[in-house]
T-cell receptor, first 114, second 111 residues
Framework: NAGVMQNPRHLVRRRGQEARLRCSPMKGHSHVYWYRQLPEEGLKFMVY????????ESGMPKERFSAEFPKEGPSILRIQQVVRGDSAAYFC????????????FGSGTRLTVV | GQQLNQSPQSMFIQEGEDVSMNCTSSSIFNTWLWYKQDPGEGPVLLIA?????ELTSNGRLTAQFGITRKDSFLNISASIPSDVGIYFCAAGSGNTGKLIFGQGTTLQVKP
């Protein structure tokens, strides 16, 4: 009974490259959320997706960031032309419905931009 | 925007002592959650509170959902070394699925 799976665990990118972060929700969960955590800070909401739909992207930067959750396969958070300020831990969470019951976080992807 | 003020920022205590931390906000929330995060890992849920005034325990942990729906506290009794970590409060409203997090309380326990 696997939990929320994120990969890679660590990702190093040079400035200007693209970063693709993957999240496979728990079995039976169709709602996915992405959060960003800077060092010594709390998590900040980025985007909420349901299969093939973006429900709330109020926390996503307007440029370079995009997210998708296709009918088949994991959710992808994509960061184009990365800059040093994108270095952070990115966490994905999933839930079985819109509420907060069963809301479970993955172990995160640590992105380092050099 | 909505934000949670969590305090204290850090605590250094002796093993066996009790610990208390809290979160306040100017906004009203329907759900309060308390998480623990170990280095290199994601947050793990400790206690979930869904009703104003609710007091819930999980072993040595006790948390309360403030009656005004704008605050919550977490108590840890008889601390042990494995309690070391960062504790976060988080709050949510309605069925948006979006959580607001506090800044975290770093707990260190001296054996």
């Amino acid at each position: 009974n696997a939990g929320v799976m994120q990969n890679p665990r660590h990702l190093v990118r040079r400035r200007g490259q693209e970063a693709r972060l993957r999240c496979s929700p728990m079995k039976g969960h169709s709602h996915v959320y992405w959060y960003r955590q800077l060092p010594e800070e709390g998590l900040k909401f980025m985007v909420y997706l349901q299969k093939e739909n973006i429900i709330d992207e109020s926390g996503m930067p307007k440029e370079r960031f995009s997210a998708e959750f296709p009918k088949e396969g994991p959710s992808i958070l994509r960061i184009q032309q990365v800059v040093r300020g994108d270095s952070a831990a990115y966490f994905c969470a999933s839930s079985p419905d819109q509420g907060l019951n069963g809301y479970t976080f993955g172990s995160g992807t640590r992105l380092t931009v050099v | 925007g909505q934000q949670l003020n969590q305090s204290p920022q850090s605590m250094f205590i002796q093993e066996g002592e009790d610990v208390s931390m809290n979160c306040t906000s100017s906004s009203i929330f329907n759900t309060w959650l308390w998480y623990k995060q170990d280095p290199g890992e994601g947050p793990v849920l400790l206690i979930a509170l869904y009703k104003a005034g609710e007091l819930t325990s999980n072993g040595r942990l006790t948390a309360q959902f403030g009656i005004t729906r704008k605050d919550s506290f977490l108590n840890i009794s008889a601390s042990i070394p494995s309690d070391v970590g960062i504790y976060f409060c988080a709050a949510g409203s309605g069925n948006t699925g979006k959580l607001i997090f506090g800044q975290g309380t770093t707990l260190q326990v001296k054996p």
